[in-house]
Protein backbone atom coordinates (compact mmCIF):
# COMPACT_ATOMS: atom_id res chain seq x y z
CA UNK A 1 0.00 0.00 0.00
CA UNK A 2 1.23 3.29 -0.65
CA UNK A 3 2.18 6.06 2.02
CA UNK A 4 0.60 8.69 1.15
CA UNK A 5 -0.80 11.85 2.85
CA UNK A 6 -4.32 12.90 3.65
CA UNK A 7 -3.95 15.38 0.88
CA UNK A 8 -2.78 13.21 -1.89
CA UNK A 9 -5.69 10.34 -0.95
CA UNK A 10 -7.86 13.72 -1.44
CA UNK A 11 -6.16 14.54 -4.52
CA UNK A 12 -6.41 10.74 -6.10
CA UNK A 13 -10.18 10.60 -4.95
CA UNK A 14 -11.31 13.98 -6.68
CA UNK A 15 -9.30 12.26 -10.01
CA UNK A 16 -10.91 9.12 -9.41
CA UNK A 17 -15.03 11.19 -9.27
CA UNK A 18 -13.69 13.04 -11.85
CA UNK A 19 -13.00 9.96 -14.17
CA UNK A 20 -16.26 7.93 -13.13
CA UNK A 21 -17.73 11.35 -14.07
CA UNK A 22 -16.28 11.02 -18.03
CA UNK A 23 -13.88 13.19 -17.54
CA UNK A 24 -10.27 12.12 -17.10
CA UNK A 25 -8.44 14.90 -17.04
CA UNK A 26 -8.64 17.70 -14.92
CA UNK A 27 -7.56 21.28 -15.52
CA UNK A 28 -4.64 22.69 -13.04
CA UNK A 29 -6.06 26.15 -13.54
CA UNK A 30 -9.83 25.30 -13.09
CA UNK A 31 -8.24 23.62 -9.39
CA UNK A 32 -6.59 26.95 -8.86
CA UNK A 33 -9.15 28.98 -9.36
CA UNK A 34 -12.07 26.57 -7.88
CA UNK A 35 -14.07 29.79 -5.95
CA UNK A 36 -15.87 26.92 -3.34
CA UNK A 37 -13.06 25.86 -2.05
CA UNK A 38 -10.56 27.50 -0.12
CA UNK A 39 -7.15 29.09 -1.47
CA UNK A 40 -5.29 27.20 0.97
CA UNK A 41 -6.59 24.27 -0.02
CA UNK A 42 -7.06 24.54 -3.73
CA UNK A 43 -3.06 24.98 -3.62
CA UNK A 44 -2.26 21.87 -1.24
CA UNK A 45 -4.41 19.57 -3.94
CA UNK A 46 -2.22 21.09 -6.54
CA UNK A 47 1.03 20.35 -4.54
CA UNK A 48 -0.12 17.12 -3.51
CA UNK A 49 -0.94 15.88 -7.22
CA UNK A 50 2.28 17.66 -8.16
CA UNK A 51 4.24 15.48 -5.62
CA UNK A 52 2.44 12.30 -5.96
CA UNK A 53 4.86 9.30 -5.81
CA UNK A 54 5.77 8.02 -9.07
CA UNK A 55 3.44 6.32 -11.35
CA UNK A 56 -0.29 7.65 -9.83
CA UNK A 57 -0.61 10.57 -11.58
CA UNK A 58 0.07 11.72 -15.07
CA UNK A 59 0.84 14.91 -15.67
CA UNK A 60 -0.90 16.27 -19.14
CA UNK A 61 0.95 19.62 -19.77
CA UNK A 62 -0.67 21.78 -16.99
CA UNK A 63 -3.29 18.78 -16.13
CA UNK A 64 -4.20 15.70 -14.25
CA UNK A 65 -4.93 12.48 -15.23
CA UNK A 66 -5.54 9.28 -13.05
CA UNK A 67 -3.38 6.63 -14.05
CA UNK A 68 -3.84 2.58 -13.78
CA UNK A 69 -1.95 1.98 -10.60
CA UNK A 70 -3.09 4.80 -9.37
CA UNK A 71 -6.75 3.57 -9.61
CA UNK A 72 -5.79 0.08 -8.50
CA UNK A 73 -4.51 2.24 -5.55
CA UNK A 74 -6.89 3.80 -4.63
CA UNK A 75 -9.71 1.11 -5.50
CA UNK A 76 -7.60 -0.91 -2.67
CA UNK A 77 -7.77 1.36 -0.39
CA UNK A 78 -11.37 3.18 -0.77
CA UNK A 79 -13.46 1.09 -3.26
CA UNK A 80 -15.64 4.25 -4.95
CA UNK A 81 -14.64 7.95 -4.56
CA UNK A 82 -16.75 10.37 -2.43
CA UNK A 83 -18.70 13.44 -4.65
CA UNK A 84 -15.92 16.08 -3.10
CA UNK A 85 -14.94 16.27 -6.79
CA UNK A 86 -18.46 17.51 -7.38
CA UNK A 87 -17.91 20.72 -5.17
CA UNK A 88 -14.47 21.35 -6.11
CA UNK A 89 -14.88 21.32 -9.96
CA UNK A 90 -16.94 21.45 -12.75
CA UNK A 91 -18.33 17.85 -13.44
CA UNK A 92 -21.06 16.58 -15.95
CA UNK A 93 -24.50 15.79 -13.87
CA UNK A 94 -25.95 13.39 -16.22
CA UNK A 95 -28.94 15.45 -15.98
CA UNK A 96 -29.76 14.47 -19.45
CA UNK A 97 -28.69 10.65 -19.34
CA UNK A 98 -25.19 11.47 -21.05
CA UNK A 99 -23.06 9.64 -19.16
CA UNK A 100 -23.00 6.20 -17.14
Known amino acids: MENLTDIQWCALDLLMRSKQKGCPIVSRSELLHSSSVPEGVRIKI ?5 TMPDGLVTHRGYDFEISDKGMRVFNAMFKKPSTMGDVIIALP ?3 RG ?3
Open 46 to 50: VWALL
Open 93 to 95: DNS
Open 98 to 100: HLQ
